[in-house]
């Protein structure tokens, strides 16, 4: 879709270089998000092959805390009941925020944020906040 060798997609992947502006505007425009969120190096984003979701469930779902059961679930939370904090829904994504690590000595507790394409979810559960 972009035009481009494997090996220049290759080497994104890997860190090794970066899209170019131009190239940046396409992948925002085909993955339907925006430059920031391109750009976010905090951000993850899980995607799928097109299809058509029925998402009205998904939609009462912002604004709650809940353990999400992705398409491949290791590129999901990182563990399993996992649970995260649905902060937007659209059409193509579910924007959702977690914490990973543990605050210690070795390790920082640290939110980050994910973008999961809407395909990408199976199932979910709602889960309660402590007050």
């Known amino acids: 879709m972009l035009s481009l060798t494997r090996q220049t997609i290759s080497n994104w992947e890997n860190g090794q ?15 339907h998000i925006s430059l920031d969120d391109l750009a976010d190096n905090r951000l993850e984003i899980i995607a799928q092959e097109k299809t058509k979701k ?13 353990i999400l ?5 290791d590129y999901m ?24 690590g543990k605050s210690n000595a ?17 199932g979910f559960m709602i889960v309660e906040e402590a007050a």
């Open 17 to 31: 270089s970066a899209p170019t502006f131009d190239k940046a505007i396409e992948l925002a425009a085909i993955y």
């Open 54 to 66: 029925d998402l009205h469930v998904l939609q009462a779902l912002q604004g709650k805390t809940v």
């Open 69 to 73: 059961d992705c398409e491949d679930f």
């Open 77 to 100: 939370l990182n563990s399993y009941n996992e649970k995260a904090k649905v902060l937007e829904i659209t059409e193509e994504w579910i924007r959702v925020a977690y914490t990973r």
């Open 106 to 122: 070795f390790f920082k507790k640290e939110t980050l944020i994910k973008l999961i394409d809407t395909r990408a979810i199976h």
